[in-house]
């Protein structure tokens, strides 16, 4: 069993940074993908980017690229989700999420078992 909880999320306005994290818990060593995903009101849930847990290689979808960063501490447990020059459409409920591969592409909720429960960003005009 693997746990995840996402925090940091909150308000900000256009331009602005914000940095989440993601703590995990359990069999973390099962793990060999770890993901961001988000979701707006009223669409659907989105790829935000992947992370390698067992080396450096990261993938971001085309929407964040140049802004987002996602770093990982496999010590503490930790991924975050650096999050530069937001803008009004970065609003969304951010989830993390962890799987047993890693893919440097595009990849999708069937990829990854485990979810945590998402934190609101708000970018405001």
């Known amino acids: 069993q693997v746990q995840l909880a996402e925090s940091g999320g909150g308000s900000v306005q256009t331009g602005g940074s914000l940095t989440l994290a993601c703590a995990l818990s359990?069999?973390?060593?099962?793990?060999?993908?770890m993901a961001w995903f988000r979701q707006a009101l009223g669409k659907e849930r989105e790829f935000v980017g992947v992370?390698?847990?067992?080396?450096?290689?990261?993938y971001y979808a085309d929407s964040v690229k140049g802004r987002f960063t996602m770093s990982r501490d496999n010590d503490k447990n930790m991924m975050y989700l650096q999050m530069n020059s937001l803008e009004p459409d970065d609003t969304a409920v951010y989830y993390c999420?962890?799987?047993?591969?890693?893919?440097?592409?595009?990849?999708?909720?069937?990829?990854?078992?485990?979810w945590g429960q998402g934190t609101q960003v708000t970018v405001s005009s």
């Open positions: 992370i390698s847990r067992s080396g450096p290689g990261t």
């Open positions: 359990g069999h973390t060593s099962s793990i060999g993908g």
């Open positions: 999420a962890a799987g047993r591969v890693y893919i440097a592409s595009t990849m999708y909720e069937n990829d990854f078992y485990y």
